[in-house]
């Protein structure tokens, strides 16, 4: 049975895409608390610009709890100017062992335009395979329409935006209003 105490985390798909010297990070807008829609516009998709380093972050999640998450990561890549992977694993290593952090119901989603990344509560930092990365509850479909659209002539902006088109066709926790960052190409 489902954790009915935490029904945000039916509330998005979020996805990243590398290809051809782009990343894009895609998320739609829709927030829903159980089985009701609160808002179809949210933005889950950010650019952060510590000290002048662009990087885009997409979440899913608690949007409190995200929001919490994204401000110390800025605050990690402004002690680690341009050094995404360290400022990821910093986070992740708080995230797992602070007391206030582990309560945090949230998933990221993160890239400079050079690598993409998964974050997790359990300490995660994951690369992905297949330069697609997804959360959410709609995640495992949109990463299943993006794999398909990898070998054709699709940029990685064109992946992003028709895998969350399949996605939200699918997850009823997913609208097509989508928020697009793009970093490269």
């Known amino acids: ?16 895409v590398r290809k051809g010297g782009e990343v894009v990070v895609a998320g739609d807008g829709q927030v829903s608390l159980g ?3 609160i808002k179809g516009s949210a933005r889950k998709v950010r650019r952060l610009s510590p ?7 997409g979440f899913a999640g608690s949007t409190a709890d995200a ?16 050094q995404l992977q360290r400022a990821s694993v910093e986070l992740a290593k708080d995230w797992r062992t602070d007391k206030y952090l582990q309560k945090l119901e949230a998933m990221l989603i993160v890239t400079d335009g050079k690598d993409l990344y998964v974050i997790t509560g359990a300490g995660d930092v994951l690369e992905p395979e297949h330069d697609i990365a997804a959360i959410g509850s709609g995640g495992n479909f949109a990463l299943a329409a993006a794999r398909g659209l990898m070998e054709t002539e699709r940029s990685a ?9 399949i996605a939200s066709d699918i997850c009823v926790y997913t609208n097509g209003n989508l928020t697009v960052e793009k970093i490269g190409g």
């Open 1 to 16: 049975m489902a954790d009915e105490t935490f029904p945000g985390w039916h509330g998005t798909t979020i996805i990243g």
């Open 67 to 82: 929001f919490t998450l994204l401000e110390r990561l800025e605050a990690k890549l402004e002690a680690t100017p341009g």
């Open 51 to 57: 000290g002048g380093y662009d990087v885009v972050a």
């Open 157 to 165: 902006e064109e992946i992003a935006r028709r895998a969350m088109e």
């Open 35 to 37: 089985q009701t829609v």
